[in-house]
């Protein structure tokens, strides 16, 4: 089961980061000596019914999947802390889940592509391995629903690992998202994931993420942007990318015809499923003549990004609810409109 660790078990490290619901650290398995990093949730969040679920959700998927291309999962478990987060005696103090995970030893394709796109060689390598992990997580049920840079991980030697499957939807199970609200990051959003159709995100969601990240690596910028995430929905909804062949004539059409496929705006015209993705990727990475030579330059780019310690926002977006969106919607426009009314009587 996926709640027999303590956190005992592992001797925590330097700290590596804290998000909105919990704080990661380096550690040192003690039973095994293995690295790894630890997920403890905030003790802000820890009383939390629906967040506590998630976290629970979060460890239940992990422990289903195991595959080389996906964060590998080490157990979790609950401790109990006091106010100043050490350990609580006689089991008094907030009770924080915690789980381990394979540490990865780099950085994240986010950080990679602060310096610009890649080598449409380098994109397919990478996006080989995606499809592969997606295809692991899809034959289980999971749907990752928050696919982006900023959740795959890169190691030195330009193995990639996907993680980060906190807002992940497990078909198997009672869905823990209510109808109507919107779960992912704006820039790499399926339409249905932004009009909150929960009956409609399935394994195409993660397929048109995909899309978006392959676009992103192959021309160094997702396929919609602008100065609001309102604006962008907007264009995921109703605009056509800029076809990559305009972009970048010297592409390869497979590639770039794959890659408009996943970016359909109904999930139904997208590929039937990750493997298929991968197949096209496949064969466009055997006629890879210069291999040895681009493998090379990548490695040593990704130490010099990794090493910098170069970060950027990715635009992560809350659950939302339509009718919180036209409030601000709203107040937006009675703004714009005092302005005009002030301008135009002064």
């Not at 909105?20 to 650290?25: K, L, R, S």
């Not at 109990?80 to 789980?99: E, N, S």
């Not at 990240?213 to 192959?218: D, G, N, S, T």
């Not at 590929?271 to 890879?288: I, K, T």
Request: charged fraction near 20%.
């Amino acid at each position: 089961m996926h709640l027999q660790r303590k956190l005992d078990d592992f001797k925590l490290g330097e700290l590596l980061g804290t998000g909105t619901v919990g704080t990661v650290y380096a550690a040192e398995d003690r039973t095994t000596g293995q690295e790894v990093a630890v997920k403890i949730l905030l003790p802000e969040v820890s009383l939390d019914r629906n967040i506590v679920a998630r976290f629970e959700r979060e460890m239940l998927i992990l422990s289903k999947l195991s595959h080389p291309n996906i964060i590998r999962y080490y157990g979790g478990g609950g401790h109990d802390f006091d106010r100043q987060g050490a350990t609580a005696a006689g089991g008094h103090g907030v009770h924080r889940l915690f789980y381990a995970m394979e540490l990865v030893h780099g950085g994240s394709l986010k950080q990679v592509l602060t310096s610009g796109k890649l080598p449409w060689q380098q994109a397919v390598r990478y996006g080989i391995k995606v499809c592969s992990a997606l295809q692991h997580a899809h034959n289980y049920g999971i749907v990752h629903r928050d696919l982006k840079p900023g959740n795959l991980y890169l190691t030195y030697n330009g193995e990639l690992k996907l993680g980060d499957f906190g807002i992940a939807l497990d078909t198997g199970e009672a869905s823990l998202t209510a109808t109507g609200l919107i779960v992912g990051s704006y820039l790499y959003m399926a339409p249905e994931q932004i009009r909150g159709e929960t009956g409609r995100i399935g394994n195409q969601t993660d397929l048109y993420a995909l899309g978006c990240i392959l676009y992103e690596m192959l021309v160094g910028r997702p396929p919609f942007q602008g100065a609001t995430f309102a604006q962008i929905f907007d264009q995921h909804l109703k605009d056509d990318p800029v076809p990559l062949a305009e972009l970048d004539p010297s592409l390869p059409k497979s590639l770039c015809d794959i890659v408009m496929q996943c970016l359909a705006k109904n999930p139904y015209q997208r590929p039937l499923n990750a493997r298929h993705v991968q197949g096209v990727l496949s064969e466009l990475d055997v006629s890879w003549d210069r291999e040895d030579e681009i493998y090379r330059a990548e490695l040593s780019r990704l130490r010099k990004i990794f090493d910098a310690g170069v970060i950027y926002d990715q635009g992560a977006l809350p659950e939302v609810s339509w009718a919180r969106l036209g409030m601000l919607a709203g107040m937006v426009v009675v703004i714009c409109l005092l302005f005009w009314l002030f301008a135009n009587l002064s």
